[in-house]
Nanobody, 127 residues
Framework: EVQLVESGGGLVQAGGSLRLSCAAS????????ITWVRQAPGKEREGVSC????????LYADSVKGRFTISSDNAKNTVSLQMNSLKPEDTAIYYC????????????????????WGQGTQVTVSS
């Protein structure tokens, strides 16, 4: 069974940092791209960053470029998202997903791009 488990969320002040971690089992990161997505109340799920399974190329949403960094450790089957200079608008539930492609877009719940996803971890940024 493919499983993804996120951790590292919490409550931080604006300008602070968090590091999210995604632990995978049942597959290796060589098989799929890994995409971090987030969902705020009343909004669609939104791609934040992704990393390819091939050469490790990365993409970022314009709203997080220069602030967030995605990285993977294939030997440990983990992916991290370092989030710096956090803003209140970053507040959302963050999900780690195994995806077929590395693209930045808004997602529907049953988008074919998703192979599996985790339970999510809450990130709250206060003013």
């Amino acid at each position: 069974e493919v499983q993804l488990v996120e951790s590292g969320g919490g409550l931080v002040q604006a300008g602070g940092s968090l590091r999210l971690s995604c632990a995978a089992s049942g597959f290796t990161f060589d098989d799929y791209a890994i995409t971090w997505v987030r969902q705020a109340p009343g909004k669609e799920r939104e791609g934040v960053s992704c990393i390819t399974s091939g050469d490790g190329s990365t993409l970022y949403a314009d709203s997080v470029k220069g602030r967030f960094t995605i990285s993977s450790d294939n030997a440990k089957n983990t992916v991290s998202l370092q989030m710096n200079s956090l803003k209140p608008e970053d507040t959302a539930i963050y999900y780690c997903a195994a995806t077929r492609w590395c693209v930045i877009k808004k997602y529907s719940d049953y988008d074919v791009n998703f192979v599996s996803w985790g339970q999510g971890t809450q990130v709250t940024v206060s003013s």
